[in-house]
């Protein structure tokens, strides 16, 4: 049967696939800058970067007018070529080395995402494929689509599928619900986020490449930016708000045969991305797209070091439209998946809701002994990471020449001490709990003042009456360190025992701090509308954000109960 998807309001089941309509438009001045400082032993310098192209696909449309490239000082050779994939690179190198360079991006970017009707027929399984389009269907170190255990699971996940949309679908909606974002991960491959089911955008990108490439859809890593101003979908109840961090960032674009090459963000997001991406560079694998920011060198035989590289990105959007709209479907993943409208042969895959947490009796909560040491909550995250110099280790590529490339390490953080507006976070308990207690995730930036938390009951996924306040936390006492670290506030003095249920915690404070709490991409723990905010004056929190805040709950639950 030919399904198209259009509005369905408010079903009771745990599926979180909207399909957005509408459109974004913005015109961005964007720039990009990189300092340099050598080490000492430093005897050639090399950095390369590539030039954004124009681009459009069906649901995304990328103008770029205006690209400069300025050095400080000129290097003694600047080259610039296009590779097997299309991508103009510009390499410039300096021999000797002078003590500092700064290199400088600049262009306009006019961004559209168009999210209208699509339709497509593409057949699942391609029976063929342009040359062209070919080389995005190999197997690859990163791409492992020949392993045993990832074309086991991509049959799987299609049998008995017929188009590929469908296909896609599928298989997005198993990474959604079966990948943990986490930064750094440990490796970058698909076969990594295959079996630690966590990975950062790399993992998603590279595991999805390779569960499609597996059963012959072609698949096409990219690399760029994601600028961090917010969007806001309009739905029913309230508003659902999107934000990426400011910094590289790795996506994919699917090929079918009615639609040419369209973009997915498999970590939310299917046939299209929104207008706060720019598209820089393309390969087979994200050991092929290392151009862009790739940093070579060459020193002294003998000498210890490396040099020092601080990049900083800024976007002013000089104009901005957004308008759009998202209903959600009876089927699909319990994380969140965004679609536009599509015209397609598929079946509506339902994924169960978890269940829901034990209800325990008054009589069994009397006889509750707290005994065992409890912790959760959303742990991982880049611990005292200064985000101004977050370059990884270098590698070596021959004798002492060395490298550094991009990495995918960015800031992702609310600045959650405004005198307009306050945050909330849900926390879903499976067992009883003593609290004593609850860290946050922060980066103290100054000012004065104190902050607190407060913990409320849940009122139908939004937070309710206060059950506890935490003690006070002078500014003062926090470090002004660069990184995020945890920050404990104490629920000794009432030790609130805890039901298995769902609870909110709301950072309150006072005075003037510049405080930012950083976040996880997507839902790692928690349900899609766990993460709330409202102006201080209201009482309605109907606002969701699209991420999670990292925190951690401390205490003690019971000997029987299973962590």
Not at 47 to 74: K, M, N
Not at 388 to 398: E, H, L, Q
Not at 522 to 538: A, S
Request: proline content about 9%; some cysteine; hydrophobic content about 35%.
């Amino acid at each position: 049967m030919a399904f198209a998807l259009f509005f369905l309001w408010n079903f009771p089941c745990g599926a979180e696939n909207y399909v957005l309509v509408g459109q974004m438009g913005s015109e961005i001045r964007y720039e990009l800058e990189q300092r340099v400082r050598r080490n000492p032993g430093t005897q050639k310098l090399v950095l390369s970067f590539v030039v954004p192209p124009t681009f459009e696909s069906p649901t995304y449309r990328q103008e770029i007018h205006g690209f400069d490239l300025a050095f400080s000082p000129q290097p003694k050779d600047k080259k610039r070529s296009q590779d097997n994939r299309g991508n103009q690179i510009i390499v410039a190198t300096w021999k000797p080395t002078p003590p500092e360079i700064t290199a400088r991006i600049s262009f306009k970017a006019q961004n559209q995402t168009m999210l209208q009707q699509l339709q497509t027929e593409t057949p699942f399984p391609l029976e063929k494929v342009p040359p062209d389009v070919s080389p995005y269907l190999s197997p690859t170190k990163q791409v492992q689509s020949d392993d045993p255990r990832i074309r086991k699971l991509a049959k799987k996940l299609t049998q008995g599928v017929t188009t590929q949309f469908d296909a896609v679908q599928r298989i997005l909606t198993w990474i959604v619900d079966n990948l943990r974002y986490v930064t750094p991960p440990a490796q970058y491959d698909a076969l990594y986020g295959l079996e630690a089911r966590k990975g950062n955008c790399q993992n998603f990108s590279h595991l999805s490449a390779a569960l499609m490439r597996a059963v012959s859809i072609p698949v096409r890593i990219v690399n760029g930016v994601t600028l961090n101003k917010p969007f806001n979908v309009s739905r029913k109840g309230g508003i659902l708000t999107f934000k990426m961090g400011q910094g590289r960032h790795s996506w994919i674009e699917v090929w079918f045969r009615d639609l040419g090459w369209v973009p997915f963000d498999p970590q939310q997001t299917e046939l299209f991305v929104s207008n706060r991406y720019i598209r820089i560079e393309t390969g087979i694998d994200n050991n092929e797209t290392i151009n862009d920011g790739l940093l070579r060198w060459t020193q002294i035989s003998g000498s210890k070091g490396k040099p020092r590289l601080q990049e900083s990105i800024s976007a002013d959007f000089d104009s901005d439209r957004v308008k759009l709209s998202g209903s959600r479907q009876q089927y699909g993943p319990r994380n969140l998946l965004l679609v536009p409208p599509v015209q397609a042969t598929f079946a509506e895959i339902k994924v169960p809701p978890p269940p829901p947490p034990p209800v325990i009796t008054e009589p069994e909560r009397r006889k509750l002994r707290f005994r065992v040491p409890f912790l959760f909550g959303n742990l991982e995250f880049p611990e005292n990471v200064d985000f101004a110099f977050p370059r990884g280790p270098a590698s070596t590529v021959g004798t002492d020449s060395y490298q550094m490339t991009r990495n995918f390490v960015v800031e992702t953080a609310e600045y959650v001490t405004t005198k307009l507006i306050q945050y909330a976070q849900v926390f879903e308990l499976r067992q009883p709990v003593k609290l004593d207690k609850i860290g946050l995730a922060l980066h103290n930036f100054g000012g004065e003042g104190q902050l607190w938390l407060e913990l409320l009951q849940d009122n139908n996924m939004k937070p309710g009456e206060p059950i506890a306040t935490s003690d006070f936390i002078n500014l003062n006492q926090l470090s002004l360190k660069p990184g995020y670290r945890w920050v404990d506030f104490d629920f000794s003095r009432e030790k609130p025992e805890l039901m298995p249920g769902n609870y909110w915690l709301a950072l309150g404070f006072t005075g003037s701090p510049i405080v930012n709490w950083f976040y996880t991409y997507g839902k790692p723990v928690g349900p899609v509308e766990g993460t709330r905010y409202k102006g201080v004056y209201q009482a309605d929190w109907s606002n969701a954000l699209s991420y999670e805040f990292n925190y951690r709950v401390i205490g003690l639950t019971v000997e029987s109960s299973k962590q």
